[in-house]
């Protein structure tokens, strides 16, 4: 064997060399042990940063200072650097980290893979893949020591939770006995017709059913706190709506879908009463007469302006306003439920940033309404680390359109480059035309029929790879027959599963086919009435997650309820379920 060369100090060493004969060896243990202790060392200040929640300061000294450096504690700092980048919004270099520890040696080990598998379910979470997640955390059921099985367990049912319910449908096709378990009893919460006694008793028959299902043995927490709050139903309820006036159909709407849901119930159903709100002076007049019903909850109001009126008053009984504050101060008694496109933007980017699209530019009608929404998507992008390339609103004529999507492209960049080479080499250049490569995708803030001229108009400027997301504000009506089915494909847009063609629950309702707006309150009434029923569920378990008309329902610390809808597109001018991978796979063939 070749005799390893000895450095002696009047040699010339560059900095990396002293750096890797700082790493243990056997010529300089005093040096090896100094510079791998500092290695430590840092790795240590960064678990505090993380723990303090400052997480980029954390991965600032992981990479500066332990990552580079093989040391014991290299495969926890990538674990630890995923971690942080995770909570900064960094999906891509989080899924790095995670990488770069896998291929070390240490990763073999049993216990460090079931730790691989912890921290990408951790980041999936992140990013809302609950399908993913739930893949991840089946697997570590099996492999995890039984002290840890029952966090898993419960971390895989709020993902269970989670799922839309056209995601649980596919993951029962799969026939895997101990996932069917978790789904079966999510559908027994899913269904709003059951009262919380026929819910409790469905789990008891399934239990008794599958003895050793982890679920069997140690309940979800969800059916624990159901327990104790199954004599706790409401008994009297209150609407305070605008049932005249401007506001009156939205109102009737709201009341149609919460009756339909009050009349499915199959249990004991509480005492209704409606107030019009127009019959009184003022919204503190009217809610003094709701509450004088002493009712168990009240449902109202419904104007934004009277939900801050409302907001700085004691209130006696618990409201859910169906409307939302820009500023939430939340105060004791006051829930907030409302068709915002907060959530579904949230939704929508979360579903980009699952096939790594990180980047977006926004284009909107000029409507209030749509610059109003387009600054809502761009405070979002910016919270969650979204590049946005370009900001347009245009004027609705053919021209305003054309400029808006060339300065979206750099169009005009492109043709002054090749004019000003021409110019300098008095030569006639040939060029290849082609999409700007720094964009992921167009979020779009107007109406179908606006959305059917700028399809095209992206097609024709080369971005015919490039994807159109939109809040369901798209879809307010069905596309009429003079719609080119093509000119609508590609557009990817969130809408309640309400109003999917394979949803049937709110289809004894008047018809609202022309209007998808009033169908969308039809199906925020009906789940109006299911949070007024389980409230008190959600004060009590936080975590708490119920599938409804309006989506997968959640709420924040603050009392807002949120709500997690379906993606969708038009194929042939049929309403399909969206596919990212189908939409966003480009981006990936693109970099090889």
Do not use: C
Not at 125 to 144: A, C, G
């Amino acid at each position: 064997m070749e005799k390893p060369r000895v450095v002696t100090q009047a040699e010339n060493k560059n900095p990396a060399q002293d750096e890797r004969t700082d790493l243990p060896s056997i010529y300089h243990p005093l040096k090896a042990s100094s510079a791998s202790q500092r290695v430590i060392n840092a790795y240590k200040d960064a678990q505090v940063f993380y723990g303090q929640a400052e997480y980029q300061q954390a991965l600032t000294t992981l990479t500066a200072n332990v990552l580079p450096k093989t040391s014991s504690v290299q495969f926890e700092a990538y674990l630890l650097a995923a971690a942080s980048a995770s909570e900064l919004n960094y999906l891509a270099d989080a899924l790095h980290y995670v990488q770069s520890a896998e291929k070390l040696a240490v990763a073999r080990r049993s216990d460090n893979q079931n730790r691989l598998k912890l921290t990408q379910a951790s980041i999936f979470e992140h990013v809302d893949d609950w399908l993913t997640v739930i893949n991840l955390r089946m697997d570590l059921s099996f492999s995890l020591p039984l002290s840890e099985k029952q966090k898993n367990d419960a971390k895989l049912w709020l993902a269970i939770q989670s799922l839309t319910q056209n995601e649980l449908e596919a993951l029962f096709q799969q026939q895997k006995p101990l996932l069917n378990g978790w789904l079966s009893i999510s559908e027994i919460l899913r269904d709003p017709s059951l009262s919380i006694e026929q819910q409790l008793t469905m789990f008891s028959l399934w239990q008794t059913g599958n003895p050793n299902h982890p679920a069997a043995i140690s309940p979800p927490h969800d059916f624990q706190v159901l327990s104790s709050v199954k004599d706790m139903a409401p008994q009297k309820m209150v609407l305070l709506l605008p049932m005249s006036g401007k506001l009156e159909r939205a109102s009737q709407a709201i009341v149609d879908g919460f009756f339909a849901a009050y009349y499915r119930q199959t249990s004991a159903r509480p005492q209704v009463t409606v107030i019009n709100t127009e019959n009184y002076p003022n919204i503190i007049e009217a809610l003094a007469a709701a509450n004088n019903r002493q009712p168990d909850i009240i449902i109202g109001p419904l104007q934004k302006n009277n939900v801050a009126q409302i907001s700085r008053v004691v209130l006696p009984y618990p409201v859910i306003a169906l409307n939302q504050l820009d500023v939430n101060q939340h105060p004791k008694n006051l829930y907030h439920f409302s068709l915002t496109a907060e959530d579904e933007i949230h939704e929508l980017i979360s579903f980009a940033k699952q096939e790594g699209a990180n980047s977006a530019a926004i284009l909107s009608t000029q409507d209030t309404w749509a610059l109003k929404q387009s600054d809502e998507f761009r405070v979002a992008a910016e919270t969650e680390n979204v590049i946005i390339t370009s900001n347009q609103s245009y004027a609705n004529t053919p021209k305003g359109r054309q400029d808006a999507i060339q300065k979206l492209l750099l169009v005009n960049e492109s043709y002054g480059r090749k004019s000003l080479v021409e110019t300098w080499t008095d030569t006639k250049v040939d060029s290849v035309s082609r999409s700007r490569r720094d964009l992921d995708y167009v979020y779009f803030v107007g109406k179908l029929n606006d959305a059917k001229q700028i399809r095209p108009l992206l097609d024709f400027y080369f971005a015919d790879t490039i994807p159109m997301l939109a809040s369901s504000t798209l879809n307010d009506s069905a596309p009429d027959n003079s719609i080119n089915p093509s000119d609508i494909e590609r557009i990817l847009f969130t809408e309640a599963p309400a109003l999917l063609p394979t949803n049937t629950s709110l289809n004894e309702l008047p018809s609202n086919q022309n209007s998808n707006i009033l169908r969308r309150l039809q199906a925020l009434g009906a789940d109006a009435y299911l949070l007024a029923n389980k409230h008190t569920l959600f004060t009590l378990l936080p975590s708490t997650k119920i599938s409804a008309n309006t989506g997968i329902i959640t709420m924040d610390k603050t009392g807002v309820f949120h709500k997690r809808p379906e993606i969708m597109t038009y194929r042939k001018g049929n309403l399909v379920y969206a596919n990212n991978q189908l939409f966003f796979k480009q981006k990936e063939d693109t970099q090889k």
